[in-house]
């Protein structure tokens, strides 16, 4: 499985999908849907806009085209990000 996003090129509107960490605890994790703007701070780069803050586009930024790409990066680096207490027999 590829989980890089090298050569991928994004434009102003798309929606990308990314790793978030949570400010107020480090060691939580969430797979986040952002926006690709023109970065209004610098004229002519693109940027990640997620919780009414742009973020830098670059290229060691983890960004992916789908959910389901992050999704799977996600259970590579992270491991189940639902943990095994959540599965669907514990809401049943």
Do not use: C
Not at 9 to 31: E, K, L, M, S
Not at 48 to 55: A, G, Q, R, V
């Amino acid at each position: 499985m590829d989980l890089t996003n090298e050569n991928q090129t994004y434009q102003a509107g798309d929606i990308v999908y990314v790793f978030y960490r949570n400010p107020h605890t480090q060691d939580v994790a969430n797979v986040q849907a952002a926006a690709v703007v023109n970065n209004p701070e610098k004229p002519g780069e693109k940027a990640l806009f997620l919780y009414e803050t742009y973020y830098p586009l670059t290229d060691e930024t983890a960004v992916y085209a789908t959910e389901e790409e992050a999704n799977q990066a996600y259970q590579h680096y992270f491991g189940d990000y639902r943990g095994e207490w959540n599965d669907e027999a514990f809401y049943s």
